[in-house]
């Protein structure tokens, strides 16, 4: 066989950071088809305007499974008076962690599956930019409903509807504490002692659009936060069916609903702009002029180039995606589309460390294998183990982006312990050294293939293979 | 504050730079080279904005009942009343350990203490608390890491975080171990020598792995550690709804992680500097009084500080604790039972050999001139003048390093004194 020429070596080594730095790890045989295609093509080809994939499996929608938690309530409710409810309770919390399960394991089996890595990861990342988190216990059977409802239909959509169906999902009007906030001059304010609380309206302009530097001040965070009152969540039966004049209509029970009767009346001043009182529709454009805010594409822009290249991402790729989102209007498939064409995020080292989601996730496709949902406590459990279960980040803030923070001792253990026992159920299957070729391609060093093929037992190879520098970067 | 510089603090002088490591002479500091070497300090980063007026409620102050509403904790005396420190001051009821180790004169509380950030923002602000800087994001390593390299001449001593990950706070140059409870049994022992061959030339991946390791041979010489696992994997998976959560409410596993911490802290080269992260503080709604989430969040610090000050035996006269939070939250109820982002909150500092008792800072009353911006806590004294205070007498750090390197520009934020000694 003749040397491969520098070409064709620069060549591999694109396919296999498209595959692992765009994607979330190469499945045998994925190296190959991005060379063929040609890498960058074969990213944009992932890009599609119906959004990103659905995870299957048996997934109710958000309305449904409020309905499971609003049963918790009652059946709460009624055990103080009643030793029937217990037994009723406990199903009904046997329900709430069914449900959760059920969504984290299809949503890592879509990952470890799907031929279009590109547009999972990228999903990812807007999952954890509108987090909602099953920490809160309302939220625990809604956040997987919540990606797939309001995340996944957008990811290729304009921001401004992604932002706007993000907001007024049951999901984060619940984690946010929205659906109970309350005008204080409303007329529901006035006939009880209760009022505003201004949780999401902060983390909207702080987190989801304008960043923390942003411009905007305490001021602007109150009438927001009295802009928003009246989004909430619907009970069925109720509001416009009741007769209630300028309620939304309530269609069904745990879906969006506004309510006039908690809203704030009066015009609001936000970033120095006024807003006519138009009930619903107030929210809603301040929303859109936060959309379409320069500071919002700086902040996004900084975002992407943390989470796709490095913790300190070259100023010219991030002027380069502010720019593909201001020039667009916020269209985020043109927005990764600038992403692909950035030659910053080509650059052969790997500077980011995975999260222990897409460690895992890698692991299973470079395994060319899926968690299996009749199983779904396996997957689950190797993330609650290491850190970061799915559906579960610790604050609006989601997972943290940045490979320091993940580096720390305690984590890097655990995931030997992960990789050792993962090594074990490889081993069954196949072989290391080629797994090796087709997870990592021309990133595979002489070091690691080298350590690989000494190993003492394929369960050691293995695990070595899954704790290399380059299966740990990427 | 008198200072006398040693020979050997006048070589590290020499030798950093700059930057220099004396020992507070006075007596009273017990001062010696060979105290200051046992001395340990434990901080724990309370995340999502603890609200202070019910850590240690102003019971005494006329306008704490009517601001809070259904949330106020009860005066003294009454069921679910607040623990007496003073005529003013309480300590919330959940914090049972904390109130015995302040009669005792170990335990005080700052009542009106911030950060000088004023955005509002979690994670602003506690970019603020770790970083010690005077702006987010002024600085990308923690002040208890430079606390380490300021030290470093003179002493090297280990760190250690109690987390999954590693908080900003101990983030920089100089290598702390993390902790938290699960970590690695019975593995491959040439996986890890093959590792660090591998990981020889990266930088975040090779220091990680040898410091882990430590970590991992210093749990199994804590006694605890196979029952703290099979506790917590009793209370863990699958029968709770948020299995990551869950170990964190129970108090006995709190309690726990303090004994467990306490113990890696009596080890032959232990770490002597600490810090624990404990989250979900941000109580926007319901947040209840003497019983409900706060109070539940409090119970589980209460039991790592009592586990933390009952398992450091003997050593706790040589420790100091300080708990923090990123800010308060408003003085008033909202319209949801809880309360929304403010400014100053409590701090609590303990410790075995305090010397002195009472509040640390002023007070400046719920009075509706005095709140913040019409809503808040006013601050009346700078985390890090606390911060400072504690570096300069108990671990026996200088002004200089204290102002320029650990806390840059922070020369306006005098370290506060009589707060240890």
Redesign the interface.
């Known amino acids: 066989m003749a040397a491969p020429s520098q070409s064709s070596l620069l060549a591999d080594l694109q396919a296999s950071i498209a595959v692992t730095r765009f994607g979330l790890g190469a499945r045998p045989g994925e190296i190959e088809a991005a060379a063929a295609a040609e890498p960058k093509a074969f990213l944009k080809a992932q890009i599609r305007p119906e959004g990103a994939d659905q995870p299957e499996g048996r997934l109710a929608p958000s309305s449904e499974n409020i309905a499971v938690f609003r049963g918790l309530r009652r059946e709460r409710r009624e055990l103080k008076g009643d030793a029937d409810a217990a037994a009723e309770l406990k199903q009904v919390q046997a329900d709430i962690r069914d449900i959760a399960i059920q969504e984290m394991a299809a949503r890592g089996r879509l990952a470890a599956a799907t031929p279009a890595g590109f547009r999972e990861r990228w999903t990812l990342f807007w999952a954890n930019h509108f987090t909602v988190s099953a920490t809160k216990g309302q939220v625990a059977p809604i956040a997987g409903s919540f990606e797939r409802e309001a995340i996944r239909p957008h990811v290729f959509g304009r921001f401004e509807d992604m932002l706007a169906a993000s907001s007024r999902h049951p999901a984060m009007l619940l984690y946010l504490d929205q659906a109970a906030s309350i005008g204080p001059n409303s007329r529901a304010g006035q006939r009880r002692k209760a009022g505003l609380n201004e949780n999401l309206a902060r983390e909207i302009l702080e987190l989801h659009t304008l960043g923390v530097d942003g411009g905007y001040t305490q001021a602007d965070v109150t009438e927001f936060a009295r802009a928003i009152t009246g989004w909430s969540v619907s009970r069925g039966r109720e509001g416009a069916a009741a007769g209630e004049p300028g309620a939304s209509d309530p269609g069904e029970a745990g879906g969006f609903m506004f309510r006039p009767f908690t809203h704030e009346p009066g015009e609001r001043t936000v970033l120095h702009r006024t807003y006519a009182n138009d009930g619903e529709g107030q929210g809603l454009a301040v929303l859109r002029d936060l959309a379409a805010h320069p500071a919002t594409a700086r902040h996004i822009a900084r975002k992407l180039a943390v989470h796709f290249v490095s913790d300190d991402p070259p100023a010219s790729l991030v002027g380069r995606l502010e720019g593909g989102f201001r020039s667009s209007g916020g269209r985020l498939d043109k927005v990764a589309e600038t992403l692909i064409d950035s030659p910053e995020a080509w650059r052969p080292e790997a500077a980011k460390l995975k999260s222990p989601y897409e460690f895992v996730v890698s692991a299973w496709r470079a395994a060319g294998a899926a968690p299996d949902l009749a199983q779904p406590q396996r997957f689950v459990g190797s993330l609650s183990a290491l850190d970061q279960r799915p559906f579960s980040p610790p604050s609006p803030k989601g997972w943290p982006d940045s490979s320091a923070e993940w580096a720390a001792p305690d984590q890097i253990v655990k995931r030997i312990a992960w990789a050792e026992q993962a090594a074990n159920t490889m081993a069954q299957l196949n072989d290391p050294a080629e797994v090796a070729r087709s997870a990592l391609g021309a990133r595979l060093s002489p070091e690691a293939a080298t350590a690989i093929a000494r190993a003492e037992t394929r369960r050691e190879a293995f695990a070595v293979l899954l704790m290399s520098p380059e299966f740990q970067r990427r | 504050m008198t200072t006398s510089l040693s020979r050997r603090s006048a070589l590290a002088y020499a030798a950093s730079l700059g930057v220099s490591v004396s020992f507070v002479g006075r007596a009273a500091h017990a001062g010696s080279e060979r105290d200051l070497a046992s001395r340990k300090l434990v901080v724990v980063v309370c995340?999502?904005g603890m609200d202070g007026l019910s850590v240690s409620p102003p019971v005494g102050d006329p306008n704490y009942a009517s601001l809070r509403?259904r949330i106020a904790i009860a005066p003294f005396g009454q069921p679910g009343g607040a623990l007496k420190l003073d005529d003013t001051f309480g300590l919330h009821p959940a914090l049972a350990s904390v109130h015995r180790l302040a009669l005792a004169g170990q335990a005080r509380i700052v009542p009106a203490v911030a950060t000088p950030d004023r955005?509002?923002?979690?994670?602003?602000a506690q970019d603020v608390l770790e970083s010690g800087a005077t702006t987010?994001y002024g600085a990308g390593s923690g002040w208890l890491n430079r606390t380490l390299q300021a030290l470093a001449p003179a002493r090297k001593i280990e760190a250690l975080?109690v987390?999954?990950?590693?908080p900003l706070i101990l983030?920089g140059p100089v290598q702390a171990?993390?902790?938290?409870p699960?970590?690695?049994?019975g593995?491959?022992q040439?996986?890890?020598r093959?590792?660090a061959?591998?990981?020889a030339k990266?930088p975040?991946?090779g220091p990680?792995?040898?410091?882990?390791?430590q970590?991992?041979d210093m749990a199994k010489a804590a006694a605890s550690m196979a029952q703290l696992q099979a506790n917590m994997q009793a209370s863990?998976?699958?029968a709770?709804?948020?299995?990551?959560?869950q170990p964190r409410q129970n108090p006995d596993a709190a309690r726990q992680v303090g004994t467990t911490v306490a113990k890696f802290m009596q080890e032959p080269n232990g770490p002597q500097i600490v810090a624990i992260s404990i989250?979900?503080f941000?109580t926007?709604?319901n947040q209840g009084a003497a019983q409900g989430l706060l109070a539940q969040r409090l119970a589980y610090l209460d039991s790592v500080l009592g586990g933390l000050s009952d398992g450091l035996g003997a050593e706790w006269n040589n420790t100091v604790v300080v708990a923090a939070t990123e800010f308060g939250r408003t003085a008033r109820v909202?319209?949801?039972g809880?309360t929304?982002?403010g400014t100053a909150s409590t701090a609590l500092v303990l410790g075995g050999a305090l010397k002195r008792t009472g509040i640390v800072g002023d007070w400046p009353t719920l009075q509706p001139a005095k709140l913040f911006?019409n809503r808040d806590t006013a601050p009346t004294l700078d985390m890090r003048a606390l911060f400072k205070g504690v570096l300069a007498e108990h671990l026996g750090i200088e002004r200089r390093a204290l102002d320029t390197q650990i806390f840059p520009d922070s020369a306006t934020a005098q370290a506060a004194r009589g707060v240890v000694a």
């Open positions: 995340r999502g509403e955005a509002r923002s979690h994670f602003e987010a975080a987390s999954g990950n590693m983030r171990g993390s902790w938290s699960g970590g690695l049994e593995h491959d040439r996986l890890p093959i590792l061959d591998l990981y990266d975040l991946l990680a792995l040898a410091s882990g390791l970590t991992q863990g998976m699958p709770q709804p948020a299995p990551a959560a989250d979900n941000d926007h709604a909202n319209g949801t809880g929304d982002h911006e």
